[in-house]
């Protein structure tokens, strides 16, 4: 079974440009998050799709992050535009739509460095 | 708020030694508590825990969970260079199955 794939796996930006991360899911999940996790910290949720809807962006700053999830497979994040603060690894991970106990599977990730 | 705190923040120990790590949990409509290891990559799932005073266990590894005083430990014996790595506690919970990650045990093993 393949795993999450998400890419890139590293992007370099200067503060105020824009940068877009994609997220696939493994087939069958109709689950997807993502995590923004700052280095000595957990991951923060940022938002959370059941398929193609929205069901939680609160943490998500909605000024400057984007998220989408089409046609409810993968997902594209956006950061328009990017802040020194926002380095970080940008984690995507996915789970079944009816598991009752959420095990989530977890992508490589993207470091996103912000200069 | 959903908050998950873990404890220690850090912990340097010798191989062979045995740990506990902690993990306190304040959330809405419980669900499951989850343990992975992340080691500088995407974390890797150890336990998922849904009852009270069941232990989990995998090799050195083993976990428990307090739905009444609402926390879980996880127990490392003799441990080894390879367990070196962060630990995450999240918690499930909610309608649409939230997931809330406390920050982490940082854990180095010295030979």
């Known amino acids: 079974e393949a795993g999450v794939a998400q890419s890139p796996r590293y992007k370099i930006i200067e503060k105020r440009q824009s940068v877009a991360f994609w997220c696939n899911p493994i087939?069958?999940?109709?689950?997807l998050y993502w995590y923004q996790q700052i280095l000595g910290q957990g991951p923060k949720l940022l938002i959370q799709f059941q398929n193609n809807g929205v069901v939680d962006d609160s943490q998500l700053p909605k000024d400057r992050f984007s998220a989408e999830r089409l046609k409810g497979v993968d997902s594209t994040l956006k950061i328009q535009p990017a802040k020194l603060e926002d380095s970080a690894v940008y984690l995507c991970a996915s789970s079944l739509e009816r598991a009752t106990y959420n095990e989530q599977f977890f992508g490589p990730g993207t470091r996103l460095t912000v200069l | 708020e959903d908050k998950v705190v873990q404890s220690p923040l850090s912990l340097v120990v010798h191989e062979g030694d045995t740990v506990t790590l902690n993990c306190s949990y304040e959330?809405?409509?419980?669900?499951?508590l989850l343990w992975y290891k992340q080691e500088k990559k995407a974390p890797t799932f150890l336990f998922m825990l849904t009852s009270s005073g069941i232990e989990k266990k995998s090799g050195r590894l083993s976990s428990i969970l307090d739905k009444k005083e609402l926390f879980s430990i996880l127990n490392i014996t003799a441990t080894q260079t390879g367990d070196s790595a962060v630990y995450l506690c999240?918690?499930?919970?909610?309608?649409?199955?939230?997931?809330?990650f406390g920050t982490g045990t940082k854990l180095q093993v010295i030979p």
């Open positions: 087939s069958g999940h109709a689950t």
């Open positions: 999240a918690v499930n919970s909610g309608g649409y199955q939230k997931v809330t």
């Open positions: 959330v809405t409509n419980f669900r499951s």
